[in-house]
């Protein structure tokens, strides 16, 4: 079946510093990725659609010159935090719509965890 | 605006036991009906898509149906086992919507 990697799986940085997080669609092309942010025991929250060769549109809330999200290529998008805090330490979930799919099935990827210390 | 709610937010039922998880929505103006399994400190696994115009899917145990006019879906766990422990969100995506709205889960567990 498709398959949505996510790399790296677990990250720690240090406040201050800028940290990547990549999404690729391994089997199929991707027009669109989204990025999602899930705190413990909480449902996911959407951060942004990620369209390829356009600017990402993010939602309410969300700070687009801290969280850069970039879709250079249809099977990959990545997610960068900008001048990391504490406080932005979470678990971060790319997903990929698989729009050869006649249901346009959503795949996620297994998730980054992300701490700043 | 679109809203997904999940009930129950948790469930335990001893092993072999079916069950049952709802999921309602607001808008019935949907696209399609996703429903997944997330495990926990990890990604989401997809376990059955509906399509606006299917009322139900089927994959192993698993059945998932959908009413668009009573804005419901259900999901079916037949014969449970331990493994089948998991949070299982559903998700809506509404027509002329690019994003997927999901509800708050439901936490089961399964008991040997």
């Known amino acids: 079946g498709a398959v949505v990697s996510q790399h790296p799986s677990r990250v720690i940085c240090k406040s201050g510093t800028s940290v990547k997080i990549e999404c690729r669609s391994l089997?199929?092309?991707?027009?669109?990725m989204f990025w999602y942010r899930q705190f413990p025991k909480k449902s996911l929250m959407l951060m942004a659609t990620s369209n390829e060769g356009s600017k990402a549109t993010y939602e309410q809330g969300v700070e687009k010159d801290k969280f850069l999200i970039n879709h250079a290529s249809l099977t990959l998008s990545t997610l960068t935090v900008t001048s990391a805090h504490p406080e932005d330490s979470s678990f971060y979930i790319c997903?990929?719509?698989?729009?050869?799919?006649?249901?346009?099935?959503?795949?996620f990827g297994e998730g980054s965890w992300l701490t700043v210390v | 605006k679109q809203e997904v709610t999940q009930i129950p937010a948790a469930l335990s039922v001893p092993e072999g036991e079916n069950l049952v998880l709802n999921c309602s929505f607001t808008?019935?103006?949907?696209?399609?009906l996703q429903w997944f399994r997330q495990d926990p400190g990890k990604g989401l696994t997809s376990l059955l898509l509906i399509q606006s115009s299917q009322r139900e899917q089927t994959s192993g145990r698993l059945n998932a149906s959908l009413d668009k006019s009573s804005g419901r879906s259900t999901l079916y766990i037949a014969a449970s086992q331990p493994g089948d422990s998991a949070t299982y969100l559903c998700?809506?995506?509404?027509?002329?919507?690019?994003?997927?709205?999901f509800g708050q889960g439901t936490r089961l567990t399964i008991n040997p």
């Open positions: 089997d199929f092309q991707a027009t669109t």
């Open positions: 808008d019935s103006a949907i696209y399609n």
């Open positions: 997903s990929a719509r698989d729009e050869t799919n006649p249901g346009n099935t959503i795949y």
């Open positions: 998700a809506v995506r509404s027509r002329g919507a690019q994003k997927l709205v």
